[in-house]
């Protein structure tokens, strides 16, 4: 197999709605997550080698951890350990999804990984079996491998395929610098103290507004229960959350954990109007101009294979 390459493609997320429950025992938080795929893309390509290993190129790349921590190394040797195998492989990322930007990143390597090790091995495992293992790597791995939109509990690893009947177009602002999601939740913490936290549910407008495709009737269902714990770390998100707005987008928010906005707009039009109003302002590094839904994570090229 010395000749053998699989490259895997795998989409970015955004949570158009994220409710959040109280802290458990075991420190996690109870979410109904609606995750909804968007056209922004990592790939992954992994080759045999003599040990594992990790590179990456592309955006933001000197951000990404190349050693056991990141999740494409953990998924591989997830895997590899399932089935009895030595785990030598050499896995690249060629990054395009934004580093610790709220948007699963990290996330989408370990689930494209994940799959693209499973195909370059043969071992033919369902979907079932890889979901379980997504879920065992972190919360929203299990998403990035089903992609499309889904309703996600737990703490968001139990996934429930959902319709959507249109395309939605959406704007991500990119802000310098990451937000820690364990920091971000531990302000969620800090200002619901004493508080009387809800249930996490999911809203039944939202859903229907995905399944009929109308993104006038999305718009005022889109929330996130971390947002306010982003601005409260970052207050500058607030400005830029407030220029989307202005300039036409029909709702804005904090994309899961920050610190990316995202905005919702009409049409595609509409999205380029609202991204150079946001490059103009310099309240962000860069705006990405999308849509949703899009495919979950899935096998691009291989070669050598079987």
Known sequence: MSGSEVTVRVPAKVN???AVGAARPDGFHDLANVFLAVGLYDEITVTPADELRVTCAGTDAHQVPLDTTNLAARAALALAERHGIDPRVHIHIDKDIPVAGGMAGGSADGAGALLACDALWSLGSSEAE???ICAELGSD???SLLG???LGVGRGERLTPLDVGGTFHWVFAVADGGLSTPAVYAEFDRLTSGTDVP???ADPALLTALRTGDPTALAPTLTNDLQPAALSLRPSLATTLTTGTSAGALAALV???GPTTA?????EESATTVADA???SGNCRTARVTSSPAAGARVVSSQGIG
């Open 16 to 18: 158009v709605q994220l």
């Open 130 to 132: 890889l979901l379980a």
């Open 141 to 143: 791995v299990p998403f």
């Open 148 to 150: 499309g939109a889904a």
């Open 199 to 201: 249930p996490p549910t």
């Open 255 to 257: 994309s899961g954990s």
């Open 263 to 267: 905005f919702l707009t009409k049409d």
């Open 278 to 280: 946001l490059l103009t």
